[in-house]
């Protein structure tokens, strides 16, 4: 672990490492410093075709680097330091290897102390990815950097656990109707309450692949791949006890996890082994925010699998835990 002036004193030579951000943990490094960024994308071993979300203090210096419209002064008004990514036109000013070659640029002015800090001290923006390898579970807390990435874990500073525990909301106010490329804590209803109009989504992977097919890319946002955020203990979704019980899948060596405290009671009548709830009452913050950590955790046990049984509709933030849970279950 390093102390926060440690970390301005590596940023600022070009280094790249690991900070607290009230949505995950990010792998961050000067986003105008060319090298620095190719070092970020080789640490995650990330494709480089895959976008990078670059962090400011300010609306004001966001404004630096990309274009902001009505929509985007609207919702950093009501949202911004917070967990909500704004994908822009570009300034020339933010390197191509930042956005992928991208004309658009993904601007975050995040909530967390530690991080606002040390931007204000560099006065210079962050490009940060979420701090795991590429299409592994992001970190919550700073102890899991060290477990995911092992003897090549990056210099850290621990901010405790992330509050939110999801990666932030991405909507696209580039083109066309404001879309949301990847949802989190900042709720559909929250966005278009916030812009007096409706807000557009990439509903289903078949559009998925339809957006991509069409502009020869991988994916509209990357972080939108089938497979992603995913445990190395292969993982299976249920959202009832019953569609669980009636799967037959569970075998010795297997661990259960489950949404709330109420569907690990109706476990233990079933006479199957305790399980691992996510919240007491099923409240969907709570959820997010322990989602990531157990399944970190979990995996750190070398289970034969992880049954999860989620039970809420795929609304509002259930949506943002939903989505990741099919993106982390591989069957
Ligand atoms: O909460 C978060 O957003 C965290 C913390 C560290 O800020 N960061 C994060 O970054 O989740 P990352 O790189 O893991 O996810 C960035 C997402 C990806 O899905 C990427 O494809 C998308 O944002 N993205 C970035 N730039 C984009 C662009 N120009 N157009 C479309 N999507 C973009
Ligand atoms: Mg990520």
Not at 47 to 58: E, G, K, M, Q
Not at 177 to 198: K, S
Not at 221 to 242: F, R
Request: charged fraction near 20%; proline fraction near 7%.
């Amino acid at each position: 672990m390093i102390t926060l002036d440690d970390a301005v004193a590596r940023l600022t030579k070009g280094d790249v490492v690991a900070l607290p951000t009230e949505t995950v943990y990010g792998l961050a490094g000067l986003a105008l410093n060319i090298e620095t960024v190719k070092k970020i994308f080789t640490i995650k071993g990330r494709p480089a075709t895959n976008p990078l979300i670059v962090h400011t203090s300010s609306l004001e210096k966001a404004e630096e680097l990309c274009e902001i419209n009505d929509w985007a002064n609207k919702i950093a008004s009501q949202f911004w330091p917070g967990p909500i990514s704004m994908v822009l036109p570009k300034k020339d000013i933010v390197p191509n290897i930042v956005t992928a070659g991208n004309e658009t640029v993904a601007i975050r002015v995040p909530q967390h102390p530690v991080f606002l800090e040390i931007l204000k001290k560099l006065e210079q923006p962050l490009a940060a990815p979420s701090a795991n390898p590429s299409n592994r579970t992001s970190p919550t807390e700073a102890k899991h950097i060290k477990e995911l990435f092992e003897e090549n874990s990056p210099p850290t500073v621990d901010g405790g656990k992330a509050e939110v525990g999801l990666e932030s909301t991405v909507i696209d106010l580039s083109a066309g109707t404001p879309t949301i490329l990847r949802p989190g804590m900042i709720t559909r209803t929250e966005l278009a309450n916030c812009l007096g109009m409706d807000v557009g989504t990439l509903k289903s992977k078949t559009q998925y692949k339809q957006v991509g097919k069409d502009t020869q890319s991988s994916a509209p946002s990357p972080g939108m791949q089938p497979i992603h955020y995913a445990p190395k203990t292969p993982l299976n979704l249920y959202h009832s006890v019953g569609e669980f019980w009636d799967s037959q899948n569970f075998d010795t060596g297997d661990v259960i996890i489950v949404s709330e405290e109420k569907i690990a009671e109706e476990i233990r009548a079933k006479g199957l082994p305790d399980s691992t709830y996510l919240s007491a009452d099923g409240c969907p913050h709570e959820i997010a925010q322990n989602l990531y950590s157990t399944l970190i955790e979990q995996d750190a046990q070398k289970a034969n699998r992880m049954h999860l049984i989620f039970s809420g509709a795929s609304t509002g933030v259930n949506w943002a835990i939903l989505d990741r849970l099919r993106r982390a279950a591989r069957t």
